[in-house]
């Protein structure tokens, strides 16, 4: 049986207005293996992807403008949803929305539309998505970042009453974006969840898995992460319970075929339990990439301590040994550590999330080596790498809260590697003026595409 939920007619409340089919609801299914349907909770019908935020029809995806015949989209629609706004495609840069039709440069939507994008078909472009490529490069010490609206909203049905999402994964393949994110329910479970779409407008759609349906995953399981390691030819999702946790599968798309969790540690290792402090969360939030010869573990605590093991390429998953300190101890700092490869530098970054006065943010380092000492780059609340004092909002100014996601990387391997010319980030944020003042809170995910 699937679970439907519709997010409504779309009204014209600005200038921006985009022609939706019929005003036809948008439908979120559950798959079958998830159980009878029932309505999510976190986040408000409607701000899954208002209609007003996707780029006005005179600049974002016009006959003319958003595509020509074959790329954007054909005459007749301006670009297909499955085409409309791929970064290869509808928006590109100097096609969907070239500064001259009124966009932010390489951000291919009108300004005043509050949209990202705009080489997309008016039609179907429901969240401003029509072209999500940015042309700002540069590993630097200054960002800036436009938003999306939401994204995807957590979805309930007759086994999951769910109030939020967060902390996501993403890797583009086979011509499919495949997420897998956190999610938690009423009584503060937290479990993981998969879906595919094949672009970003289509995410607020896109059927969902859980993943506690899955033998092996019941009970506490979150944080995942998803990469291809390719010496061993196969799929590696890492989660976390007690402590690390590895499963594989030759098909990410099958969710049920994910081996068991299997441990990377037999104990806790003894520097975790000296700095986890009194009643502390000793280790969180572990993420691997790999250079040539090793593989890496980082992760985190909440009293600021990052923390680094490795073991070679040949050995992994195995042979992980005693963690050592990545870095000194930087008391706002509390989770969701993420380090990637620079595409064509030698160069990583490594992303935090940091707890601040005015909400979350995400901090950045950079270093020239996996195992070598890391340089801060834009990693306080004043000056972060991403946060709400750095985004615009496609619309409403949904969320003062940039928690932890993915930057899209520029491939799916096990060496985590990102396009410094086109950084996107899919993070998670909650409604402001919630009433809930604890966790769980009412996460939701949208796309931040860097504008500076």
């Known amino acids: 049986m699937l679970a439907e939920r519709s997010f409504g007619c779309l009204t014209a409340a600005t200038v921006a207005i985009i022609a939706v089919v019929s005003c036809a609801p948008i439908v979120r299914r559950q798959d079958p293996g998830g159980g009878a349907g029932g309505s999510g909770e976190g986040g408000a019908s409607g701000t899954g992807g208002v209609a007003e935020t996707g780029g006005t029809t005179e600049t974002g995806g016009v006959t003319e403008t958003g595509g020509d015949t ?31 039709m009124g966009g932010d440069t390489g951000l291919g939507g009108s300004t005043g539309a509050g949209g990202i994008g705009g080489g997309g078909s008016t039609s179907t472009s429901l969240i401003g998505l029509g072209g999500t490529t940015s042309t700002v490069c540069g590993v630097t010490t200054s960002y800036g970042w436009a938003s999306t609206q939401t994204l995807m909203d957590p979805v309930s049905d007759g086994s999951h009453s769910l109030v939020g999402i967060k902390a996501p994964t993403v890797v583009r393949f086979d011509d499919k974006y495949h997420v897998f994110a956190t999610v938690v329910d009423t009584a503060g479970k937290y479990s993981m969840q998969y879906a595919k779409f094949a672009d ?23 944080q995942p ?8 030819q196969t799929w590696y999702l890492i989660s976390q319970a007690s402590g690390p946790f590895y499963s594989t599968n030759a098909d990410i798309t099958q969710a049920r075929n994910w081996t068991a969790p299997a441990a990377f540690y037999a104990s806790t290792p003894a520097i975790v339990t000296k700095n986890a402090g009194a009643g502390g969360i000793g280790w969180t939030d572990f993420w691997i990439i790999c250079d040539s010869a090793n593989c890496y573990m980082f992760f985190t605590n909440q009293l600021g301590y990052v923390f680094r093991s490795q073991t070679s390429v040949g050995g992994f998953p195995n042979g992980f040994g005693e963690p050592v300190l990545a870095m000194p101890q930087n008391s706002y700092l509390r989770e ?21 006065s005015g909400g979350r943010y995400i901090g950045a380092w950079s270093s020239s080596t996996l195992d070598g000492s890391w340089t801060p780059m834009a990693e306080t609340e004043a000056n972060p790498f991403a946060g709400a004092g750095n985004s615009t909002y496609a619309g409403v100014k949904w969320t003062k809260d940039v928690s932890h996601g993915e930057l899209i990387r520029d491939g799916y391997d096990e060496t985590m590697t990102i396009d410094n010319c086109n950084m996107r980030y899919l993070y998670a944020g909650k409604d402001p003026y919630s009433s809930v003042k604890a966790e769980p809170y009412p996460w939701r995910l949208g796309l931040l595409v860097r504008s500076r």
Do not use: C, H
Request: glycine share 22%; charged share 20%; proline share 5%.
């Open 336 to 356: 969701g550590g993420r380090v990637y490869k620079v595409k064509g530098a030698d160069k990583y970054v490594m992303t935090i999330e940091g707890y601040g």
């Open 70 to 100: 074959g790329s954007g989209g054909d005459t007749e629609t301006g670009g297909t949803m499955d085409t409309g706004g791929i970064p290869d495609t509808g928006g590109m840069t100097g096609e969907g929305g070239i500064t001259d």
């Open 200 to 222: 970003w407008i289509n995410m607020p759609s896109a059927t969902v898995d859980f993943l506690d349906n899955t033998p092996g995953f019941s009970g506490q399981r979150y």
């Open 225 to 232: 992460q998803i990469f291809y390691f390719t010496p061993k």
